[in-house]
């Protein structure tokens, strides 16, 4: 079992920053893989940023160069800053961490950019 606990998310204007953080009740360099997905209303939950095996990251086309994913294996946490933010990012992000083949998923935070 593992759990995720995400913090970080509010409300904020085009072009702020926000950083997002997901705390593992496990080492996350346990995880096959571990990151952050979001999901608008109506819509599918989608890729956002996510470490693969070893330090690999992958990013959605929309959020390259914009947001980064890093890590603290001491703490077991994963962060997701978030820069020049886009009404579009307006989103619930979830964390998620694929543990032995089990796909395990936070609350979700939302995060709310204004025009």
């Known amino acids: 079992q593992v759990q995720l606990v995400e913090s970080g998310g509010g409300l904020v204007q085009a072009g702020g920053s926000l950083r997002l953080s997901c705390a593992a009740s496990?080492?996350?360099?346990?995880?096959?893989?571990m990151g952050w997905y979001r999901q608008a209303p109506e819509k599918q939950r989608d890729l956002v940023a996510v470490?693969?095996?070893?330090?690999?990251?992958n990013y959605a086309d929309s959020v390259k160069g914009r947001f980064t994913i890093s890590r603290d294996s001491v703490k077991n946490i994963v962060y997701l800053e978030m820069n020049s933010l886009k009404p579009e990012d307006t989103a619930v992000y979830y964390c998620?961490?694929?543990?032995?083949?089990?796909?395990?998923w936070g609350q979700g935070t939302q995060v709310t950019v204004s025009s």
């Open positions: 496990r080492s996350i360099l346990s995880m096959n893989a």
């Open positions: 998620n961490a694929v543990h032995f083949g089990v796909d395990y």
């Open positions: 470490f693969t095996s070893g330090r690999n990251t």
